[in-house]
């Protein structure tokens, strides 16, 4: 067995590497209570107000706490759905884009004077003009009228 005043030394050498063997008294145990509480965290803080006579204002936290959280849903659910016309809008866009190009070709190929002589042969059976089919006006056989004059005199005649 060790003696009271060795086991005393004991204590006291050992003492900031193991544990306090005396035994609490109140003052210390107010004293680590008292460090407790400034030492909180700000998650023990409201756990405190929701402990004490402070619950409508813990209330009020949370309810607006859960509103702001179903607003952020709500909001993010709206975003994704502008997101997904967005796209869908861009896809028909590109659509348009597409036929609009191939009625570009389509239109430039056949306004090309080769198509058209060539459909004139083939579709109406039209012939290629010799050099003695053709007639060259010079500028005395211009009639004084105009040419649009005399034909539209023609055709309502």
């Known amino acids: 067995m060790i003696a009271p005043e060795q086991w005393y030394e004991y204590q006291q050498q050992y003492q900031k590497y193991g544990i306090d063997m005396r035994p609490q008294t109140e003052r210390t145990h107010v004293r680590r209570q008292k460090r407790k509480a400034q030492n909180r ?17 813990m209330l009020s936290l949370v309810l607006v706490g859960a509103i702001i959280l179903i607003m952020v849903v709500v909001m993010s659910s709206y975003a994704a759905k502008l997101t997904y016309d967005i796209n869908k809008t861009q896809v028909e866009n590109d659509a348009l884009i597409g036929e609009i190009e191939d009625l570009d070709v389509k239109m430039m190929s056949s306004t090309n004077i080769s198509y058209i002589e060539q459909k004139a042969k083939k579709e109406l059976g039209m012939k290629t003009a010799g050099t003695s089919s053709c007639v060259f006006i010079s500028a005395d056989d211009v009639p004084e009228e105009g040419f649009a004059d005399i034909l539209k005199k023609k055709a309502y005649e």
């Open 41 to 57: 965290t700000p998650l023990t803080r409201l756990a405190s107000i929701a402990a004490g006579s402070d619950r409508k204002a």
